[in-house]
């Protein structure tokens, strides 16, 4: 054995600034394990029927009419924001070519997903203009402009005192700041403001409405659920790595955070429900988002603040097979994603 091969690697961690290139010795394996289940999961919005929502949706109310265009407008650009800064900062930043490979397979879910909410707009929305007025809602709907708004603050964490970006986490304070962007991005983005939106989903799924909206929503909501455990994840190696990084500082910061969240949703809610709706109002979103965030703050190794339970059965989901019979109107419409599970009661 050469001298070169007896040479060991030096230890780095996961935030250190550079560009790693090699699998092996591979550091990180349970995000390659994570990039391998994602593969399994893999569907195409070709396979969501669509056509019976369209009779569906001329039997809705005015007010549950409402709630779908708000829905839809939402949806439209979401994950834009997320795939965003899954390219601008999460990539360049975490130093792990296991994790880049997951984080490049989870740009290509969310691409899938934003064509999917495409394909809601053209079939929900037919009449152009309010499909151009759905497009445009982070600067025309205030509940919407709100949420993206709370989105730029917080994953805009990365920036110096100037507001440049901050282009290598070389210091305690550039990673702390890192932190929040991930933790904005996880547990608010993808782990409060989409399971609010689905909740919505799985209320018109539970009246025997919406089939199609349901089985794409539901496929989105594993793929979801995934991304933020890998986010989870990458927090709980830097906390390994880095213990002093999560101070008494850093958990204030993430508890603002999500009571921040908790309001910008509950605004969105309050534009949904108006006075209220059979089944679904503002106080029993209330509750049920308090419940989420008290979980994503459990998950991050915080106290939670709320104390509130689930108010909505309909979200007491026990798995993904059950999802999968429940909601899916042909059973080989998810053929690659045969394995695994995801605990969503835990998640909801």
Same mark, same amino acid.
């Given at each position: 054995?050469?001298?070169?091969?007896?040479?060991?690697?030096?230890?780095?961690?996961? +935030?250190?600034?550079?560009?790693?290139?090699?699998?092996?010795?591979?550091?990180?394996?349970?995000?390659?394990?994570?990039?391998?289940?994602?593969?399994?999961?893999?569907?195409?919005?070709?396979?969501?029927?669509?056509?019976?929502?369209?009779?569906?949706?001329?039997?809705?109310?005015?007010?549950?009419?409402?709630?779908?265009?708000?829905?839809?407008?939402?949806?439209?650009?979401?994950?834009?924001?997320?795939?965003?800064?899954?390219?601008?900062?999460?990539?360049?930043?975490?130093?792990?070519?296991?994790?880049?490979?997951?984080?490049?397979?989870? &740009?290509?879910?969310?691409?899938?997903?934003?064509?999917?909410?495409?394909?809601?707009?053209?079939?929900? +929305?037919?009449?152009?203009?309010?499909?151009?007025?759905?497009?445009?809602?982070?600067?025309?709907?205030?509940?919407?402009?709100?949420?993206?708004?709370?989105?730029?603050?917080?994953?805009?964490?990365?920036?110096?005192?100037?507001?440049?970006?901050?282009?290598?986490?070389?210091?305690?304070?550039?990673?702390?700041?890192? &932190?929040?962007? +991930?933790?904005?991005?996880?547990?608010?983005?993808?782990?409060?403001?989409?399971?609010?939106?689905?909740?919505?989903?799985?209320?018109?799924?539970?009246?025997?409405?919406?089939?199609?909206?349901?089985?794409?929503?539901?496929?989105?909501?594993?793929?979801?659920?995934?991304?933020?455990?890998?986010?989870?994840?990458?927090? $709980?190696?830097?906390?390994?790595?880095?213990?002093? +990084?999560? $101070?008494?500082?850093?958990?204030?910061?993430?508890?603002?955070?999500?009571?921040?969240?908790?309001?910008?949703?509950?605004?969105?809610?309050?534009? &949904?429900?108006? $006075?209220?709706?059979?089944?679904?109002?503002?106080?029993?979103?209330?509750?049920?988002?308090?419940?989420?965030?008290?979980?994503?703050?459990?998950?991050?190794?915080?106290?939670?603040?709320?104390?509130?339970?689930?108010?909505?059965?309909?979200?007491?989901?026990?798995?993904?097979?059950?999802?999968?019979?429940?909601?899916?109107?042909?059973?080989?419409?998810?053929?690659?994603?045969?394995?695994?599970?995801?605990?969503?009661?835990?998640?909801?």
């Amino acid at each position: 054995m050469s001298s070169t091969e007896n040479k060991s690697v030096p230890a780095r961690n996961l +935030l250190d600034p550079g560009f790693e290139l090699t699998l092996r010795p591979m550091r990180y394996p349970d995000f390659y394990e994570r990039y391998r289940d994602a593969i399994k999961n893999t569907w195409t919005v070709e396979e969501v029927d669509l056509h019976s929502d369209v009779s569906d949706l001329a039997k809705l109310t005015p007010g549950e009419q409402h709630m779908i265009g708000r829905l839809v407008a939402f949806f439209a650009t979401g994950d834009s924001i997320v795939s965003n800064n899954l390219v601008l900062t999460l990539y360049k930043h975490i130093n792990s070519p296991e994790a880049r490979l997951y984080l490049s397979r989870q &740009l290509f879910e969310e691409a899938v997903h934003v064509q999917f909410y495409l394909t809601l707009l053209d079939t929900y +929305l037919p009449d152009p203009d309010d499909r151009a007025a759905a497009f445009d809602a982070v600067e025309e709907i205030p509940s919407i402009r709100e949420k993206a708004q709370f989105c730029f603050k917080w994953m805009a964490a990365l920036e110096g005192e100037g507001g440049e970006k901050i282009d290598r986490l070389e210091s305690k304070a550039d990673r702390r700041r890192f &932190l929040l962007n +991930l933790i904005c991005f996880a547990a608010c983005i993808e782990g409060l403001f989409f399971y609010g939106a689905f909740a919505y989903v799985y209320w018109f799924r539970s009246r025997g409405l919406l089939h199609g909206l349901a089985t794409g929503t539901n496929w989105v909501f594993r793929d979801e659920t995934m991304h933020m455990n890998f986010a989870f994840e990458v927090v $709980d190696t830097v906390r390994k790595e880095e213990p002093d +990084l999560f $101070d008494d500082a850093l958990e204030q910061q993430v508890t603002d955070m999500l009571k921040e969240a908790v309001e910008a949703e509950l605004q969105f809610g309050r534009d &949904l429900c108006g $006075d209220g709706l059979p089944g679904m109002n503002t106080e029993s979103m209330r509750e049920y988002l308090q419940c989420v965030a008290d979980q994503r703050l459990t998950r991050l190794g915080f106290a939670p603040v709320y104390g509130s339970e689930n108010p909505f059965s309909f979200m007491e989901l026990q798995g993904v097979q059950e999802l999968t019979n429940f909601f899916e109107r042909r059973p080989s419409a998810y053929q690659v994603a045969v394995e695994g599970s995801v605990g969503f009661d835990d998640d909801f």
